[in-house]
């Protein structure tokens, strides 16, 4: 049951009402100075409650548990099935259980963030998992002015991140990424091509696995190159030598995929390959053993800064949205940086 009144220091009838969710008494101004128009917009906003926004909180509790079940299901239709296990498997073990399944969304405070912060931190989880917890709960709670039409004015709670320590990238040398892709070429033609967009372009593998034919360019050498992480499509240029590369496929297998499964319902799973690859080309030409295929993407920017690359002209060619990411490997520039004092 709702009522119009007036509040002090307006001039507009404002509609009282207790809010179907939270409980608390709620103001809703009619916009109309006038008491007949707004008698007419009080009546239309208990039409809407009773049938509309109503019958949403009926068939919905308000919970932590249905948040997270129709966060899980709009996740599935936006990232890979991976993440979606992934994030699937972090709410159920452990924001839930420690926020509670059947806490009300609108009880969810800043001290509770906190809290669940202190206890992730509690147990020895490093500074990035913990950002991830607790982001993800926050990722949630954003979606609920959004998709509860009864809770579209409260305001979702924030907390700070833990500050990261930013660490210089560990890489490998140029000598060792040519082994690398040789070794790759002789193992077979999907790690090779793999190794080779990592080598070449900075690729991450997600961004190489989902890569299409209709992606490159080759009469303009440029790849354009889906970066789901930062949300929008990179224009890379081609280097020589993988676009030699790219040049030796037959034409008639320049479609669909650019790496390629062996057939339907086979899973292409690059990581055996690779460290197969990584291992050969260790005992033959001791290349080191303790960097993963992201290593090859960290070399790119690495080789890169070496050879006097700006930060700016870096942070486009490696994707990064950014720029303090990109500074991770600024301090490999420093034979640059001598020559511009010089010049003063």
Known sequence: MSHLTKRKGSSYWH?????????????KSTKSKEYRQALSLKK????KMAKGAMAEVVGSKGTLAELAEKYCEWVKDRRSPKWSMQLGRMINNEILPFIGKNTRITKITK???????????????????????????RAMLRKVPEWYSTLRDWNPPRIEELRLEVKPPRF?????????????????????L?????????????????????????????I??????????????????????????????????????????????????????RKIAGEKHGVRQDLGLHGLRHSFGAHLAQKGVGIHALRELMGHKDLQVTQRYAHLND??????????
């Open 172 to 192: 490998f040398s140029e000598e060792e990424c040519d082994h690398l892709l040789h070794v790759a070429k002789e193992y077979s033609e999907p790690i090779y």
């Open 44 to 47: 239309e906003f208990d039409k």
């Open 111 to 137: 001290n509770k963030l906190y809290s669940f912060q202190t206890y992730l931190i509690d147990r020895k989880l490093s500074k990035r998992t913990v950002n991830l917890y607790v982001g993800t709960l």
């Open 224 to 277: 354009m190159v889906d970066t789901r992480k930062n949300k929008h499509f990179l224009g890379v240029p081609i280097h020589p030598k993988l676009a030699e590369i790219l040049m030796t496929i037959p034409k008639t297998e320049r479609e669909g995929q650019v790496i390629k499964k062996k057939g339907e319902g086979f899973r292409l799973d690059i990581r055996y390959p690779w460290e197969q690859v």
């Open 194 to 222: 793999t190794v080779a967009f990592a080598r070449y372009c900075g690729f991450r593998k997600s961004e190489i696995m989902r890569l299409k034919w209709e992606d490159i360019d080759l009469k303009e050498n440029r």
């Open 335 to 344: 034979e640059r940086l001598r020559e511009d004092i010089e010049k003063l």
């Open 15 to 27: 509609i009282r009402y207790t809010h179907p969710i939270t409980g608390k008494t709620t103001f």
